[in-house]
């Protein structure tokens, strides 16, 4: 008899259940056991175990089961407040996201001192007061210094939306208007949803970009822009409308589809209800996780509840908390997340700096996934960010590298060249805030920044630490010494928003080389193999181009000169850019790898992409040269 046929028999009763387990069978892999737990009266009970083989189906409603499962809980029944997994959406238990909020935060406050320590008294320049409609106030904007308050508030991450002309914005002709009070009926939703929320936790105080930086004033902008740290770092709590791609529809209300239940499963005691088993809900948070700014407010935040796709999600330094009761840890070990003052390590202290770095170039692939809507943005958007790493490194912020760890910071490819599925980089591209035009130069051309798309940083396992650390594997040093520079430009820093020049000087080796045509490529892999030397690169071969020395033979190569004639194989940052160009320079900074050049009419070189060298001795006749990359 299976589960179904069990439940048609047993009468159907608000279901005692809630929590899911789910684990594979390590005796027979292609199984999925699903353990419930529930509780009658104040007796918890272990109800047996069912077991139904993945991708097959329960009972009539053909269901696959071969996803994690969920014990969902009908409104109105017993202890709904009080056991981890209950549901909320528009059409079932819709208030009770303001009960798990004050729950899960009364939580941390009262176990995680470390939420508690990090977080500092400074609010932001502004702050809405969110008003009382019982007593008829309505919100309104609070300079913060001049009414010298240090109040909890709460901070809101959302996604404006495509078209913001009929969002109600705080301009220097509304700044007036907005401190005596504003009209909530002119908000658009996901502000109002905030103000309401706000008042629903007991929160008077609410910091929404919109209402709280001047738009259209640069001045305004780019001075908050550099205080993010200090606004979603101090607050005491951020909402992440993450379920809501644009302002004007709001995020309270979860309109996510009922899962439907495939299964009936009755516990063996008489006296307690019938469980039922649905798909699990997603834990993904919606469209905020692909914007870059929400990106950084994330991770700034001590305390965040995520509005997501399916359900909410409480996040603190301690870790996460779901809705259906899934827990993740935290980072409890950041050396950048959190907004108290760091001292820079000392000089022995390299450890600390080693932590820092490898959380930096963690952070880089996530965020090269994320879109802006205006691309100058880049740095401004990761600002806070890097403002946080250099008080731990106590380093140089060069457009988005590092001037501590300079060669590494240069060895960035961007991820299409490492697995074949991702989608290739490309130049940043323009938007309705930038205009037709038809080139964008947002940063340097050796800069990750320059293009749009994943990128990644070598690995920071122990071996690749160590190789960076020993000066005599770097083949390039800085020109600038007493102290150490790498450039001698005054418009990079980690307090600059924007960064589209920045020019490098160093000595190094630099080499000419020939493109060969596409045709060689397999060819010359397939010879590799052959005498079972294959080619050590991750790259994809479609992506991959061979460089060869300027004595090699002109024009198209044999079979039989590739092997002694192949130098190096390159890789481009941006296909595109690979069309039409038959010469390219090569400048070693590691062993093995480097950067493939193009050499400007001023003499400076710019960034094509990167290389693995083929032949050790191809530098070693080369002589030390005095190079600009810009």
């Known amino acids: 008899m299976d589960a179904g046929d069990m439940a048609e028999r047993q009468p159907i009763r608000p279901p005692n259940l809630w929590r899911y387990h789910c ?37 009539d409603d053909n269901i696959s089961t071969g996803k994690l499962t969920d014990l969902p809980r009908e409104p109105g029944t017993r202890s709904k407040y009080n056991i981890r997994g209950r549901r909320t959406t528009s059409y079932q238990n819709p208030e ?21 320590l990090t977080r500092g008294s400074e609010m932001p320049t502004r702050v809405i007061h969110v008003g009382d409609p019982a007593n008829n106030t309505q919100p309104r904007l609070i300079p913060t210094a001049q009414h010298g308050i240090s109040e909890p508030y709460a901070a809101l991450s959302y996604c ?68 993010m740290a200090v606004v979603y770092g101090n607050a005491a709590l951020t909402v992440i409308a993450g ?40 834990h ?20 965040a509840v995520v509005f997501g796709l399916e359900q909410l999600r409480f996040s603190c330094r301690a870790g996460s908390v779901y809705e259906d009761g899934f827990k993740t840890a935290g980072n409890a070990g950041s050396k950048l997340l959190g907004s108290a003052p760091i001292q820079p390590p000392s000089r022995n202290e390299q450890h600390a700096v080693d932590e820092a770095l490898k959380e930096w170039y963690g952070l880089l692939f996530p965020y090269t996934k994320c879109r802006l809507s205006n691309p100058h943005d880049a740095f401004a958007s990761l600002s806070a960010m890097a403002q946080q790493a250099a008080a731990v490194l106590g380093s ?10 300079l060669v590494r910071g240069l060895m960035w490819r961007p991820t299409y060249h490492l697995a074949p599925n991702w989608k290739p980089t490309t130049r940043p591209k323009p938007t309705s805030f ?10 340097p051309s050796w800069s990750w920044v320059s293009v749009e798309g994943e990128v990644s940083q070598e690995s920071f396992v122990p071996p690749k630490v ?84 300027t004595g090699a033979p002109a024009g198209e190569l044999h079979e039989d000169e590739l092997l002694g004639n192949v130098t190096a194989l390159g890789h481009f940052d941006v296909q595109e850019e690979r069309v039409g160009v038959s010469h390219v320079y090569c400048l070693q900074l590691i062993p093995k790898y480097g950067l493939m050049l193009k050499r400007n009419s001023d003499g400076s070189y710019s960034r094509l992409g990167w290389f693995m060298l083929e032949q050790d001795e191809w530098f070693m006749s080369q002589v030390e040269t005095d190079v600009r990359l810009g």
């Open 23 to 59: 684990s594979e069978l390590r005796e027979a892999r292609s199984q999925v056991r699903l353990l419930a737990r529930g509780e009658s009266g104040n007796h918890r009970s272990s109800v047996g175990g069912v077991r139904v083989r993945q991708g097959a189906t329960v009972d």
């Open 96 to 116: 009770l996201h303001v009960a798990l909020i004050k729950e899960w935060m009364a939580t941390c406050r009262a176990h995680h001192p470390r939420c508690s």
């Open 160 to 227: 404006w939306g495509a078209n913001t002309s009929n969002v109600l914005k705080l301009t220097d002709a509304t700044y007036s208007s907005f401190v005596q009070g504003i009209d909530e009926s002119t908000l658009s939703q996901s502000h109002k949803d905030m103000i309401h929320l706000a008042r629903a936790l007991g929160i008077n105080y609410v910091w929404i970009d919109a209402l709280c930086i001047i738009q259209f004033n640069a001045a305004d902008w780019e001075r908050e822009s550099k205080r």
């Open 243 to 282: 379920r809501s791609s644009d302002s004007k529809h709001g995020f309270i209300a979860n309109n996510a589809a009922q899962n439907k239940i495939f299964c009936k499963l009755p516990q063996e005691a008489s006296e307690t209800p019938t469980i039922m088993v649905g798909l699990q809900r997603s």
């Open 284 to 303: 993904d948070i919606g469209p905020t996780s692909t914007r870059a700014w929400c990106f950084q407010e994330r991770l700034l935040s001590q305390r």
């Open 396 to 405: 140089r912020y060069l457009a988005g590298v590092w001037e501590c760890d």
């Open 434 to 443: 930038t205009g037709p035009c038809q080139i964008i130069t947002r940063a």
């Open 466 to 549: 160590a190789l960076y650390r020993d000066r005599s594997n770097l083949k390039i040093r800085p020109m600038f010494l007493h102290p150490e520079k790498w450039s001698e430009d005054g418009e990079c820093g980690v307090d600059k928003l924007h960064m589209p020049a920045c020019e490098l000087r160093f000595m190094g080796r630099v080499v000419g080389a020939r493109v060969l045509e596409e045709s060689p490529r397999l060819r010359y892999t397939g010879l590799r193999k052959a005498i079972q030397k294959p080619v050590k690169t991750l790259a994809p071969g479609k992506y991959s181009v061979l460089l060869v020395g």
